[in-house]
């Protein structure tokens, strides 16, 4: 194997698995392309990282098209000692790019590494140790090191105030605890990356710690009951695993599960689901009619859109509404889907408001975040609060016979979301969607209201987020439906 260079990327895929940082080095082709999701957390950190060189009025843009240039360019300009952008230090066979190195006293430097992230990380401090070292094996002398991350409790007035916006945090002494023993860990990285054959290595925690590992092939042969489904399986899920039980099926008789795991291994093991009808006729029973289903859609951005706004703060776009009169009676459908670049919750309020009777509760599924949509609604717009409040006060969280197993059907596989739910209870599926989650919506909107599209292109996706945020209350209807035939009796 050629002598391959340990970047700060591979540095911290390494700290999460061996396996993984001799893929990424030596067959990087059989890595996915980051999804949609993945590749926004990208952007956004390279809008954040723009924002932030703000703070550093001198600063120079070290060009990082191609790396031997910015290494070499690099070298030239520390001479300089202004601060530096996307400084590149390589030393041997260890290399890493820099955020931010800025000039202190007559010789030393502070490293300042950018992040669109609210608060500092264990991976963060990771990720600055290897740069400390890239630079001090460089010869520089490390001052201090620092995490520049986003402030939450920034409110946007106006431009954005990077002043404002960041936090920069002082992380040189964890970034020292960090570095204990980081030269052995290179070293042995150094042997991985260069040997012929991939290391072997089994499924576990760091899997999915800090990030979701993307080399699904070593979940391969997981059957679909396995015990990594168990509802909050947690540790218990790796204990099982490394005893040798992978289906949910064969855990021994006796093994301590929580009551929810043993409803979830009992309906394995039946195929059947699990029923508790008093349970759930009592839910049923609380629910007033008219029924409202309410489901939004939001935004949240890192770098606030709007005034009055904070970062990651959730902005609804969209609203999808189901009013059903009565048990039987087919649902009437009320949806608002903004259009424009413009702040979407005036003409959002407006609709819902209209649309929504003052009797009757609103069915919704999680209720945290619809409620938190609404409490910011009415913070924002106070004229709508004693509204807003009102509203809150009708929910009622169809999730929660499900959190509580009143309900269970092994097609769940251990999942209380609508998702699971909806099929396992209905036989409907959010197959055939081409948006088929919350995060997808999210980044459509924003790429159909921010970006540059066509008017073709903006037609289908709104047509396409019309469908999924109906088919979450439409949904939500179905559901209260066939949950009222499994218990029978007279209508709730
Ligand atoms: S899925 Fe897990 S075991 Fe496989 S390479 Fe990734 S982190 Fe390693």
Known sequence: MPNRLLSKSKYLNGLQCPRYLWIACNEPERIPQPDAATQHIFDQGHLVGELAKKLFADGIDVPADSFMNNVALTRDLLQQRRPLFEAGMLFGRIYSRLDILNPVNSDEWDIIEVKSAASVKDINLHDVSFQKVCCEQNGLRVRKCFLCHINNQYV????????????????????????????????????????????????????????????????????????????????????LYRAGVIDIAGIPDGYVLSGKQDIQRACVISGQPHLDAAALRQFLYSLRYPLHFLDFETIGTAVPLFDGVRPYQNIPFQFSLHVQGAPEVQAKHYWYLADGPQDPRPGLLTRLHQAIGDKGSIVVYNQSFEQGVLRDLGLAFPSYRPWTEAVIGRLVDLIVPFRRFDYYHPLQRGSASLKSVLPAVTGRTYDGLVIADGTEASLRYLSITYGDVSDEERLRTREELLAYCGLDTEGMVQVVRALRTLVGGPSP
């Open 156 to 239: 946007r007035n106006g431009e954005v105030n990077p002043q404002e916006l960041f936090t920069i945090q002082d992380i040189t002494g964890e970034v020292a605890i960090t570095s204990e023993g980081i030269q052995d860990r290179i070293d042995s990285m150094l042997e991985v990356i260069s040997s012929p054959v991939c290391p072997e290595a089994d499924i576990g925690p760091h899997c999915s710690n800090p990030y979701d590992c993307p080399l699904a092939d070593c979940w391969e042969g997981t059957p679909e009951q396995s015990v990594f489904t168990l509802y909050y399986g947690g540790g218990r899920a790796y204990e």
